[in-house]
């Protein structure tokens, strides 16, 4: 009997980058099954809702190839304990992107104690591309809002759902004033 190989993929997606999207293309083909998580409660104050952030991210994916050799992919919700999450998804695998040092810190700091807390669970890193490596959906909504060009690190869906957004909050900053 083959063992099946589920890996969670966890983050805020405020919104889904080009990033992301490699993240999730490469892993796929470490995995049988990829379950990626999007924070209910993002600790921060998202740009986009829960379900929100869940539409745009599904539509990227349903434009991924399938095929063999590469990862089903499914999306939820993960409210609580990212290792209890993991483990109700039968996961055996977290994969995490590395952009830089400065998010090495805190994903080491994570994983250590994801695995006291779950031995049976690794955390994976994958190097983020080249073509990927300084964004950050952080950045990518400064740069939104301050009215820079974000097209190359957003999906162009994304990136139109980016720029209604932005419209809407530029029209609440004048009637408030
Ligand atoms: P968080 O809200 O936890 O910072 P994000 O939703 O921004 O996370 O991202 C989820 C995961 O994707 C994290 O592991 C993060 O390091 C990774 N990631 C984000 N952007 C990129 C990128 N451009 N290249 C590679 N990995 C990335």
Redesign the pocket.
């Known amino acids: 009997m083959t063992v099946q190989r589920t890996g969670i993929?966890?983050?805020?997606?405020?919104p889904v980058?080009?990033?992301?999207i490699?993240?999730i293309t490469r892993s796929r083909r470490l995995m049988d099954r990829l379950v990626v998580g999007v924070?209910v409660n993002?600790g921060k104050s998202p740009l986009f809702g829960f379900d929100e952030r869940v539409d745009m991210l599904c539509a990227e994916i349903a434009d991924l190839p399938s095929g063999a050799g590469m990862a089903e992919i499914e999306v939820r919700p993960i409210e609580g304990l990212l290792v209890r999450f993991a483990r109700n998804c039968g996961a055996s695998m977290i994969v995490?992107?590395?952009?830089a040092v400065s998010?090495f810190d805190y994903?080491f700091q994570m994983a250590g104690m994801n695995a006291r807390m779950e031995r049976d669970i690794e955390t994976v890193f994958?190097m983020?591309?080249e073509r990927?490596?300084?964004?950050?959906?952080?950045l990518v909504k400064e740069v939104a809002l301050l009215g820079g060009d974000y097209s190359s690190f957003v999906p162009e869906r994304v990136g139109r759902r980016l720029a209604e957004e932005v419209e809407r909050h530029r029209e609440r900053k004048a009637s408030a004033d």
């Open positions: 993929y966890p983050g805020s997606f405020d980058t080009t990033g992301h490699d993240i924070a993002t995490r992107g590395l952009r998010d994903e994958l983020a591309s990927h490596t300084f964004i950050a959906s952080r």
